[in-house]
């Protein structure tokens, strides 16, 4: 049951990602982790992800803004492996109930974690962003929803915000499964799940990208803030009320 239903979503999300730029990656990573404690969850959605990713990034790779992916991809793996030191350190309990914590503000409270300004991002900022990235994607297993406003600061259309994230993330998802790596987690070990999310990316970010630009940004939001908060919310009581 849990193949089926990481499938299904790793395709719905992919689908929500291709359209909107992000966004499908967070509601898979809480999908993953109603089965699976967090310090695993986050590195099988991060090989699910850099499946997903690298799809996307490589369907629209004329897009891409290759500057700002190699500024932002310099401490990445660096922070990766001391985000993965702060999740192992500290209980699953307590990880589940700081994952949904963060899911509940991207879904509801975007502003809190966004860069407002609207002056042009200078380059070197993005190592900062990339650090940002490692270290998110390695703790509670997902940075897109942080560092998409400044991709988008840096890129002149949506095609090409959407290229130049899916690529950024395909790095912070390498470093972060190298990362866990390191901490003694075998990919090898959950092959089944990795698979089948995998290709569940693959076939969602094919008819994502086709849909680009004629599913309206107010229906993609209501979606995707009820399922998140479905799943963030039981994630919480899972963590305050472990069996």
Same mark, same amino acid.
């Not at 499946?51 to 803004?65: E, I, P, Q």
């Not at 470093?175 to 693959?202: C, E, M, N, P």
């Given at each position: 049951?849990?193949?089926?239903?990481?499938?299904?979503?790793?395709?719905?999300?992919?689908?929500?990602s291709?359209?909107?730029?992000?966004?499908?990656g967070?509601?898979?990573?809480?999908?993953?982790?109603?089965?699976?404690?967090?310090?695993?969850?986050?590195?099988?959605?991060g090989?699910?992800?850099?499946?997903?990713?690298?799809?996307?990034g490589?369907?629209?790779?004329?897009?891409?803004?290759?500057?700002?992916?190699l500024?932002?991809?310099?401490? $990445?793996?660096? &922070?990766? =492996?001391?985000? /993965?030191? +702060?999740? !192992? #350190?500290?209980?699953?309990?307590?990880?589940?109930?700081?994952?949904?914590?963060?899911?509940?503000?991207?879904?509801?409270?975007?502003?809190?974690?966004?860069?407002?300004?609207?002056?042009?991002?200078?380059?070197?900022?993005?190592?900062?962003?990339?650090a940002?990235?490692?270290?998110?994607?390695?703790?509670?297993?997902?940075?897109?929803?942080?560092?998409?406003?400044?991709?988008?600061?840096?890129?002149?259309?949506?095609?090409?915000? $959407?290229?130049? &994230?899916? =690529?950024?993330? /395909?790095? +912070?998802? !390498? #470093?972060?499964?190298?990362?866990?790596?390191?901490?003694?987690?075998?990919?090898?070990?959950?092959?089944?799940?990795?698979?089948?999310?995998?290709?569940?990316?693959?076939?969602?970010?094919?008819?994502?990208?086709?849909?680009?630009?004629?599913?309206?940004?107010?229906?993609?939001d209501?979606?995707?803030?009820?399922?998140?908060?479905?799943?963030?919310?039981?994630?919480?009581?899972?963590?305050?009320?472990?069996?």
């Amino acid at each position: 049951m849990e193949l089926v239903v990481i499938g299904v979503a790793a395709l719905a999300t992919s689908v929500l990602s291709a359209i909107a730029g992000l966004g499908g990656g967070i509601v898979l990573l809480v999908v993953i982790a109603q089965f699976f404690v967090p310090t695993v969850a986050i590195p099988i959605h991060g090989a699910i992800q850099f499946v997903s990713n690298g799809s996307r990034g490589a369907m629209l790779w004329r897009d891409v803004a290759w500057r700002a992916v190699l500024w932002s991809s310099i401490l $990445v793996l660096p &922070a990766s =492996i001391l985000g /993965v030191y +702060a999740a !192992t #350190s500290i209980p699953d309990d307590a990880t589940r109930v700081a994952l949904g914590m963060f899911v509940l503000i991207i879904g509801w409270r975007p502003g809190l974690l966004t860069w407002r300004s609207g002056q042009r991002l200078p380059d070197p900022a993005l190592i900062g962003v990339g650090a940002v990235s490692g270290f998110l994607n390695s703790t509670v297993g997902a940075s897109g929803p942080v560092t998409s406003p400044f991709f988008k600061a840096v890129t002149a259309t949506h095609v090409a915000f $959407v290229a130049t &994230a899916a =690529i950024s993330q /395909v790095v +912070a998802h !390498t #470093s972060k499964i190298v990362a866990f790596s390191l901490d003694d987690f075998s990919l090898r070990d959950h092959v089944a799940v990795i698979t089948i999310g995998a290709v569940g990316v693959v076939v969602g970010t094919w008819v994502g990208t086709r849909l680009l630009g004629r599913i309206t940004d107010d229906r993609l939001d209501a979606v995707f803030k009820l399922v998140l908060s479905a799943l963030a919310i039981r994630l919480i009581v899972d963590g305050l009320l472990p069996d």
